[in-house]
């Protein structure tokens, strides 16, 4: 079965698949009909953009969804398993779309249904289809994937868009700057593996050095839900706030990205500098999950 569960899962030609057909579909080079296909969102966790994405790409393709916003009014209340809830959506529907606070969540259910399942996020974990528009979104903003200089921002420990785009970059040669306190920094399995495929990078906590050498800039919410302990969540939410000043030096082509929403860690200011590209970012998902549904429903390759 043709599920998008990891990132990891992906080589850089298959990677390069999603792209080049998010580019034809953006540039009406080809024309993809999903009349007659089902696609259930089983949401277990809040989403904006992941859900309404899919369910707009669906849309405008002609396919059709049913959605599972959280677990009122279902059967969830009532102790269903993840496992009998995906083995009935996966008799009514073409393809499964989940997000999930449990990491491993989508993996599990591709393992007890018969159609293709879409990890929109499990936990700390993954959210592919996040890595998969930022790089279609960073194709865009530098016309390459290969050999960038790459910041990324704030909570990498438990941001699962954070783990998902280091391995999604990979295969570029990228060089990576982990900016974060130390009490979020990049779990060690991840840089382990990045040491394991000879990829440079550096941990540190200033901000605005690392600002001036890249090409992209990737800026993530301190995420209260993930924090076991309120009070250290305190301790660190205003840490790296990234204003007009921290990118008084930055390089021309600097793109700022955030997979949103966002809290206070990008200024308000910073939205009407040629630097900002978040929303645009969050536009390109319709695009990217267009092409994601056709590969994953058999209508593209
Ligand atoms: N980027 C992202 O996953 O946003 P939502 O949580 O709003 O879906």
Not at 191 to 207: G, P, V, Y
């Amino acid at each position: 079965m043709n599920h998008l569960i990891s990132m990891r899962d992906l080589n850089e030609k298959q990677i390069m698949a999603y792209m080049h057909l998010a580019e034809k579909i953006e540039n009406g080079k080809v024309s993809i009909n999903l009349q007659g296909k089902l696609m259930a969102a089983l949401f277990y966790e809040p989403s904006t953009r992941t859900r309404m994405s899919f369910e707009t790409a669906m849309k405008r393709l002609s396919g059709e969804v049913i959605s599972m916003v959280g677990t009122a009014g279902t059967s969830v209340q009532k102790g269903e398993t993840l496992a009998d809830t995906a083995k009935i959506m996966a008799r009514y529907t073409d393809v499964i779309v989940i997000r999930h606070p449990n990491e491993g969540a989508a993996r599990w259910v591709s393992e007890v249904v018969d159609v293709p399942v879409i990890n929109a996020g499990d936990g700390s974990n993954q959210h592919p289809t996040q890595s998969l528009l930022d790089l279609y979104s960073i194709m865009k903003t530098q016309g390459t994937l290969r050999d960038l200089n790459i910041t990324l921002v704030g909570d990498l420990k438990y941001g699962r868009t954070v783990h998902s785009l280091v391995q999604a970059m990979s295969p570029f040669n990228p060089t990576f700057t982990f900016v974060s306190p130390p009490s979020l920094a990049m779990p060690d399995d991840i840089l382990r593996e990045l040491s394991d495929k000879n990829i440079s990078f550096a941990n540190t906590e200033d901000l605005n050095s690392s600002a001036s050498s890249a090409d992209i800039m990737y800026v993530t919410r301190i995420q209260r839900e993930r924090f076991p302990d309120p009070e250290e969540y305190d301790k660190v939410k205003n840490l790296f706030i990234v204003n007009n000043s921290v990118l008084e030096n930055a390089k021309d082509n600097l793109k700022v990205l955030h997979p949103l929403p966002r809290v206070n860690e990008i200024a308000v200011e910073v939205d009407s500098t040629p630097y900002a590209y978040y929303f645009e970012q969050a536009e390109n998902g319709v695009i990217i999950r267009q092409a994601i549904l056709a590969k994953h429903l058999g209508v593209a390759e």
